[in-house]
């Protein structure tokens, strides 16, 4: 254990070293970079699906639930989907070096702020392969060294994809050490890389809200926490039923193994017995159960083929990661937002309305990253919001909240331009 400490430091050191030329490194070989990691995605994907195929063969063999196999699983689209997201990634505009809020002084001094990086990322994160690329990628653009520790479920797929790029940034001139994983899988690492203030400027981590928790509690440099995402969406007196069974099933079932996918549907006494069945029957094909409160079950017990069940306290405020999702049915948006309060985690919460004052009301009183009318909360997503990817989703109060793309990875430092001013 004591040498993958001192390889972990030596990697923390080779990252503040590579990070002091990265961050004066010009946008071309940057993008460079950038282009060269999308074709290599493309052109290794049988070497990258081999990999990957060890993950899921040891995760099957491990009992692992089918959730947490889909979020383990690479295939030609998802590999073609990440190099596009390179690229979107490579066509955005540089953030650092942007020069902002210049202003001249009475005493005629000019100042103002230059956009820098933040020197050293650190991520942990689990399951996804896919984030190996996402933060490197957005480390690279945004002029930041990065210290990946991926899980051991997707160690062979994130060896693969870590070297992938790690290659391809060399070979556009970005200095060696830029781009660092800690191969090593050993739990206690993660306690050892907390430790490492001296070389990481920020830590991400990225998965289970138990993990998340220990990350927050034990780092010894500042962390963005986020990703847990208990979301709600709110079926108003005044929605378009076919608008709402839509978003409600698009929220639910479209991938419901992520973090911006529907937990809660609550749904106003006066549309339930319209709406209810309705969604019901669609969320009833793809399998969804409904944990369902008092009134709304009574609503629903007499109709056939559905995944009925009575909902438990425990169902309010739970993040199901899975086909299921609680139901309660609320008399007023004032009841729906004093729910989404207690029980929201701050992540991606939604209502579906044709009132406009009902509408505006949500998106003044909800305390959340991302808030939306009549829309699906998984478009909570950096490559979705224009970002290209992102290195997670914050759901706290600081100068990074929601997906964290490019500029959320940049600080700023104060330029004073002056002519022999002395301060009297």
């Known amino acids: 254990m004591t040498n993958a400490v001192a390889e972990l430091k030596a990697k923390g050191k080779a ?76 066509a955005l505009p540089d953030p650092v070096g942007e020069v902002f809020d210049m202003r001249t002084m009475p005493n005629g001094l000019l100042i103002g702020r230059k956009r820098v990086p933040l020197g050293v990322i650190g991520a942990m994160y689990e399951s996804r392969p896919n984030v190996t690329v996402d933060i490197a990628v957005l480390c690279l653009k945004s002029g930041n060294a990065v210290i990946l520790r991926g899980g051991k479920e997707a160690i062979n797929s994130n060896l693969a994809l870590a070297k992938l790029v790690q290659q391809a940034a060399v070979r556009a001139g970005v200095p060696e050490g830029a781009i660092q994983f800690v191969e090593n899988t050993d739990r206690s690492l993660v306690d050892e890389m907390l430790k490492l203030n001296e070389y990481i400027d920020l830590m991400i981590p990225r998965g289970g809200e138990t993990f998340v928790k220990f990350v927050v509690q034990n780092a010894a440099m500042p962390v963005i926490a986020g990703g847990i995402g208990v979301c709600h969406t709110y079926v108003d007196l005044m929605a378009d039923i076919d608008k709402a069974v839509a978003i409600v099933y698009n929220a639910k079932v479209q991938k419901p193994s992520v973090c911006n996918a529907l937990d809660t549907i609550l749904v106003h006494k006066g549309i339930a017995k319209r709406f209810l069945p309705a969604v019901a029957k669609e969320l009833a094909k793809a399998g969804v159960e409904l944990h369902c409160d008092a009134r709304s079950l009574s609503i629903l017990k ?123």
């Open 15 to 90: 990252a503040k070293e590579a990070s002091r030329k990265l961050a004066y490194l010009s946008t071309a070989v940057k993008n460079e970079a950038l282009q060269n990691i999308a074709a290599d995605l493309r052109a290794k994907t049988k070497e990258i699906l081999v990999a990957n195929k060890l993950d899921l063969k040891q995760a099957a063999a491990n009992g692992v639930n089918k959730t947490m196999q889909d979020r383990l699983l690479l295939n030609k689209a998802r590999l073609e989907g990440m190099a596009k997201d390179v690229l979107n990634v490579a």
């Open 302 to 424: 007499l109709k056939r083929g559905l995944k009925l069940k009575p909902a438990t306290k425990e169902d309010w405020g739970k993040e199901f990661l899975a086909l299921i999702a609680a139901v309660k049915m609320v008399d007023s948006l004032d009841e729906a937002l004093e729910h989404i309060t207690r029980y929201g985690s701050g992540h991606s919460e939604a209502i579906v309305t044709e009132d406009h004052t009902s509408g505006m009301r949500f998106l003044n009183e909800v305390d959340a990253a991302c808030v939306y009318v009549n829309a699906s909360t998984r478009f909570t997503d950096g490559a979705q919001f224009g970002l290209g990817a992102e290195v997670g989703i914050s759901t706290q109060k600081m100068h990074a909240r929601g997906p964290l793309g490019l500029k959320e990875l940049t600080t700023y430092k104060w330029l004073i331009l002056g002519n022999g001013q002395v301060r009297p």
